[in-house]
């Protein structure tokens, strides 16, 4: 009944603190939101745009076919005006007769040099596709048996390559990455409103009327973290359906969800565990509210920062990756990263899930430890 | 009754409490003053079982507290100096809610209701309830367990007088009830008004433990005052106290000040034996004005 009653009031305290909601939920729907569509164009492979104002100067079939297949090209939006076009493609005079003419391209500054190296590329595409034609159709003439089947010469780079990293994991798109990413992130904001009910109760004597109650420190710790807890796992699933159903309709690539159900929950429950621990860790040996909302904050964004949460693992040097493994964030951040990239099942995350839940429970430990020997000095 | 026997408490080299003895009666309304650092939040928060003592025994209704804190805890019940109830939730929801976790029987949950006037208050939230009725509040969840013993911490700060009155009020009708009631507080007009028995603290020692009537009757005063219309001339007399001043008990002593105020032209309102008021009894005691 006790115990009850406390997880009762503890919800109606949560319920109540309308900004501590907000930043719970809202916040990092709009991070995932923001950070999906901002990072859209570094992280896709498939998904590349390029305004161009094409010139042809040399006038040759060659040249035209170049054009044609540009024109084709799903990534390449033509332009009539130079002014607005990102690249503006020169083929110089005389090109078809002698390659060391070189195509020129002009290009916007605000475009980044991985840019142009991913348009010259997609660019040679075309080149290669259309001197191969040229030579083919320049050799049928002497050997008319043995035409070339043009259709299947396939010059595309995306077929030309295939890209894989070392430890066989794919590359997230900006969805796969944000998505996880900010619901670790998000989780970790239980910090804030955590801390500052604890730090209320020591400072309105609220705690010691408790404690003169005969109310124990395991119930105080343990009804705070009910509340919590379902907030935590409330977040993780609104955080998925923005990135499955929201995100899509920002031009970005949905969420899709390759692994286990299973294994999100496993994952979501560790780093539930681990969020209310340091939560209580820091509510417990704050001294005061702005003690707590600094250090919580400071903590987040620090844990957040080396876990892989700012910028992903997968592009950090090796030292750093090392440094994020020391991360709970970055424990979790590669549970979700496996499941909904690697198609992981709880059988694959349970070690994440297992580190978490021993971290959770530690913090949670030395919590309730300092919470009694403050309470035995008097708080 | 509550027996005190020998206490003491530090905190590093600080002796919060030093062979601290007290007697309390049970039902009686018993103050404790003393100035700030005397020890008295201390004692409270001990006789509370928030603080474990370092020497010492203490009986509370033949209760070791050493020993039986919970059942202690269950008889008597803190009212703190700061409003200790969750401002986010109603007045309901803060009674149902402390009632909850000490098991309250529903006539006690009803009578700390009553006794408090919160009836018309009950699903008003209680960070817009005025001072005096958060301060109601804050007594009401102390009486849900329907203590034998009630400790107020200063219950009165930051109150109107109307509220105060109140408050006092149903205080003292606690005593018909036969609860015990350990008060402290600065006013010592309060401790005056209810208190049956005071006990003076300096420095985490007993320096008086007396009834009320005891302290401010002639016989434990040795101090004559007189109060005097006009001060203007004082100072020519060398004297410090503006509108009146304290003597010793002592014929020849009064008789020449009587002469020399007259000498003065410096009126007399009043000769009475001292300390008839409680604070000024306290400072008399502790020779300190931080009350």
Same mark, same amino acid.
């Given at each position: 009944m006790m115990l009850s009653a406390m997880i009762k009031k503890e919800f109606l305290l949560v319920i109540r603190d309308k900004h501590a909601l907000l930043a719970l939920f809202v916040m990092p729907a709009i991070f995932i939101l923001i950070m999906s569509v901002a990072?859209?164009?570094?992280? /896709?492979?498939?998904?590349?745009?390029?305004?161009? !104002?094409?010139?042809?100067?040399?006038?040759? =079939?060659?040249?035209?076919?170049i054009i044609i297949n540009v024109q084709n090209d799903k990534r390449f939006i033509i332009l009539n005006k130079k002014k607005d076009a990102q690249f503006i493609v020169k083929i110089p005079k005389e090109y078809a007769k002698n390659s060391s003419n070189l195509i020129q391209i002009n290009?916007?500054?605000?475009? *980044?040099?991985?840019? +142009?190296?991913?348009? *010259?590329? +997609?660019?040679?595409?075309?080149?290669?596709?259309?001197?191969?034609? !040229?030579?083919?159709? /320049?050799?049928?003439? !002497?050997?008319?048996?043995?035409?070339?089947?043009l259709d299947s010469l396939e010059v595309s780079v995306d077929k030309l390559y295939k890209v894989k990293y070392n430890d066989s994991k794919i590359l997230p798109n900006s969805t796969q990455q944000s998505v996880p990413a900010w619901i670790v992130f998000g989780m970790f904001f239980?910090?804030?409103?955590?801390?500052?009910? !604890?730090v209320n109760e020591k400072k309105q004597n609220t705690l010691t009327r408790l404690t003169s109650m005969n109310v124990s420190i395991f119930a105080m710790t343990f009804s705070k973290s009910v509340p919590y807890f379902i907030i935590n796992q409330i977040q993780v699933w609104i955080m998925i359906c923005v990135g499955i159903f929201l995100v899509p309709y920002f031009n970005t690539?949905?969420?899709?969800?390759?692994?286990?159900?299973?294994?999100i929950i496993s994952v979501s429950i560790g780093?539930?565990?681990?969020?209310?621990?340091?939560?209580?860790?820091?509510?417990?040996?704050? *001294?005061?509210?702005? =003690?707590?909302?600094?250090?919580?904050?400071?903590?987040?964004?620090?844990?957040?920062?080396?876990?892989?949460?700012?910028?992903? *693992?997968f592009i950090m040097p090796e030292s750093m990756q090392q440094i994020a493994e020391l991360s709970p964030m970055s424990w979790g951040l590669d549970g979700f990263l496996d499941i909904f990239l690697n198609g992981a099942d709880i059988g694959i995350v349970i070690g994440n899930t297992l580190m978490l839940l021993v971290f959770g429970l530690i913090t949670l430990i030395i919590s309730m430890i300092i919470l009694q020997l403050k309470i035995n000095k008097g708080l | 009754m509550i027996k005190i026997s020998n206490i003491s408490k530090s905190y590093g080299d600080i002796k919060a409490l030093d062979n601290l003895s007290l007697t309390i009666k049970e039902g009686s309304i018993f103050g404790l003053l003393g100035v700030n650092g005397a020890g008295k939040t201390t004692l409270l928060s001990i006789l509370n079982g928030l603080i474990k003592i370092d020497t010492g025994s203490i009986d509370i209704f033949g209760f070791d507290i050493q020993k039986h804190k919970k059942e202690i805890n269950k008889i008597s019940s803190i009212i703190p100096q700061h409003l200790a109830f969750y401002e986010n939730l109603t007045v309901k929801e803060n009674l149902d809610f402390f009632a909850k976790i000490q098991n309250a029987r529903k006539e006690d949950y009803e009578k700390s209701i009553e006794i408090n006037s919160l009836t018309n208050l009950l699903n008003q939230k209680s960070s817009t309830l005025s001072g005096g009725q958060k301060r109601r509040l804050n007594i009401a969840i102390g009486l849900l367990n329907n203590p034998k013993i009630i400790y107020f911490d200063e219950p009165t700060v930051g109150v109107d007088p109307k509220s105060r009155n109140e408050i006092l009020d149903s205080i003292k009708s606690?005593?018909?009830?036969?609860?015990?009631?350990?008060?402290?507080?600065?006013?010592?007009?309060?401790?005056?008004?209810?208190?049956?028995?005071?006990?003076?603290?300096?420095?985490?020692?007993?320096?008086?433990?007396?009834?009320?009537?005891?302290?401010?009757?002639?016989?434990v005063s040795n101090k004559i005052v007189i109060e005097i219309i006009n001060s203007k001339n004082t100072k020519l007399l060398n004297l410090d106290i503006e509108d009146d001043l304290f003597i010793n008990t002592n014929q020849k002593e009064l008789f020449d000040t009587i002469s020399l105020l007259n000498k003065n032209n410096i009126l007399i309102k009043q000769i009475r034996y001292g300390a008839t008021n409680l604070e000024k009894y306290f400072l008399d005691m502790t020779g300190n004005n931080d009350a």
């Open positions: 990072m859209r164009d570094q992280f /896709s492979t498939n998904n590349l745009e390029f305004s161009i !104002y094409l010139q042809d100067e040399d006038k040759t =079939q060659m040249c035209e076919n290009v916007q500054d605000s475009i *980044k040099s991985d840019q +142009i190296e991913v348009f *010259k590329a +997609i660019f040679s595409e075309h080149i290669i596709k259309a001197r191969l034609t !040229y030579i083919s159709e /320049s050799l049928g003439n !002497y050997l008319p048996n043995a035409s070339t089947p239980i910090i804030i409103p955590m801390s500052t009910i !604890y690539p949905a969420l899709e969800i390759n692994g286990s159900i299973l294994a780093l539930s565990f681990t969020a209310i621990g340091i939560s209580t860790l820091i509510a417990v040996s704050a *001294k005061s509210s702005e =003690q707590a909302t600094t250090i919580g904050g400071i903590s987040n964004i620090l844990l957040g920062a080396i876990g892989g949460v700012m910028v992903p *693992k | 606690y005593k018909k009830l036969g609860i015990t009631v350990i008060y402290t507080s600065h006013y010592m007009t309060e401790i005056e008004k209810i208190c049956d028995e005071v006990a003076i603290l300096e420095n985490g020692r007993l320096i008086k433990q007396d009834s009320l009537e005891n302290l401010l009757s002639n016989k």
